[in-house]
Every structure is written in C-alpha cells, then in structure tokens.
T-cell receptor
Framework: NAGVTQTPKFQVLKTGQSMTLQCAQD?????MSWYRQDPGMGLRLIHY???????DQGEVPNGYNVSRSTTEDFPLRLLSAAPSQTSVYFC???????????????FGEGSRLTVL | GNSVTQMEGPVTLSEEAFLTINCTYT??????LFWYVQYPGEGLQLLLK?????DKGSNKGFEATYRKETTSFHLEKGSVQVSDSAVYFC??????????FGKGTHLIIQP
C-alpha cells in the first residue's frame, strides 16, 4: 500500500525561486492537508482541502498556494521562496466521516526544503 | 481556538523506567484526541487515539485516557525501551480543518 506519497524528499532553492511539492494518496480520503514542522513549533497547518475543488487556509498560509483538482492529488506551490520557508513539509490525509479511522491523519514521509 | 500543551523535554529516562508525558488541551465541543510518534528522519505515525470522554487508547504498551474533567490526555508506559526513543506529539481534532498539535516531546531512553 502506497498511502501518502510526497515528492521530492529534499530540495534546495534560492530566494525568489518557485517550486511545487507534490502529494498523492491512494486511500480515497476526502480530506488532505499540508503542515510545516519547525524546531520548537510543532506542526502548523498551512492549507487543507475537504474535497476536489475545495481548499481553505490553515494557521500559516502566507506564501503558499494549493489546488485540488482530483481526490488523489494536493500539490503545494511556493511562488517566490523565502528563507523563512526553510522547513520540513508534511502532507496528510484522512476520511472525514464513517469508519474506524475517521479523524485519524495519515502522513507522508516529509519533504525537507532549504531556501538560501 | 483549539490548543494543545505538552511538556517539551527532552525527557531522558533509563531503560525499564515508567514514562508519563503530560498533555492538556483547550477546545470547544468534544474533540478526538491523538498521540503521534515521530522516529528520526521519518513522518508521523499514529500511536493511539480516543474519541470520547473516558475512552482509553492503547498500543505497543502505551496508554492514554481521555479525561474531559481535567482536559487531559497523558501518555504513559510502564517500562520503556531504547527503541521508544522518538518525538511524541499530542494532538486534537475538533472539526474538518485538521489536527492541532502540541510542540512535541523529545524522549531519550538510555540503556
């Protein structure tokens, strides 16, 4: 079972460059989300989606864009990277209702981004 | 809004010691509560969960009880092993927006 797949695992950017972090899940989850993890800060929600065509902002959305054109995919775009966006990014998905795993987030392995 | 507070550590214990990691929360309504574990270089894995008051979640010798009266979900294990060394996150989910995490507790178990 693939679960939640993130690419790339590592990326180095220069300030001002753009890039897209890819996320795909094969569990038919309605909900998908992006978190960033920084030392001493825990995980903070960037954006999330409750279904195809629906996205919303989380706690720290500035500098990031998302779209959800299919149930499976939820890419995260950095339009103009800044050093403050150096972090580890996690994609996570879940069912929204029904079943024993409702509410439980399934995480990808993470993408480590460095912005110089 | 929702928030989760947990002891940040690092917490250093000897093998076979008793473990408690405290977690308290603030939330409206009746959230579900979770403990996730992160091993070095990996993503987060669900350790255990509880969806209503007085539920006890358990897995791999770890336990936590959903205490609504004290808004707590403390993680316990009777005898820790070196392989339990990791970062542990307490989290809650109150709605469709996602999980609210504590800052994580780094646990170090010495042989």
């Amino acid at each position: 079972n693939a679960g939640v797949t993130q690419t790339p695992k590592f990326q180095v950017l220069k300030t001002g460059q753009s890039m897209t972090l890819q996320c795909a899940q094969d569990m038919n989850h309605e909900y998908m989300s992006w978190y960033r993890q920084d030392p001493g800060m825990g995980l903070r929600l960037i954006h999330y989606s409750v279904g195809a065509g629906i996205t919303d902002q989380g706690e720290v959305p500035n500098g990031y864009n998302v779209s959800r054109s299919t149930t499976e995919d939820f890419p995260l775009r950095l339009l103009s990277a800044a050093p403050s966006q150096t972090s580890v990014y996690f994609c996570a998905s879940s069912y929204l209702a029904g079943g024993p795993t409702t509410g439980e987030l399934f995480f990808g392995e993470g993408s480590r981004l460095t912005v110089l | 809004g929702n928030s989760v507070t947990q002891m940040e550590g690092p917490v250093t214990l000897s093998e076979e010691a008793f473990l408690t990691i405290n977690c308290t929360y603030t939330a409206t309504g009746y959230p579900s509560l979770f403990w996730y574990v992160q091993y070095p270089g990996e993503g987060l894995q669900l350790l255990l969960k509880a969806t209503k008051a007085d539920d006890k979640g358990s897995n791999k010798g770890f336990e936590a009880t959903y205490r609504k009266e004290t808004t707590s979900f403390h993680l316990e294990k009777g005898s820790v092993q070196v392989s339990d060394s990791a970062v542990y996150f307490c989290a809650l989910r109150g709605g469709a927006d996602g999980l609210t995490f504590g800052k994580g507790t780094h646990l170090i178990i010495q042989p």
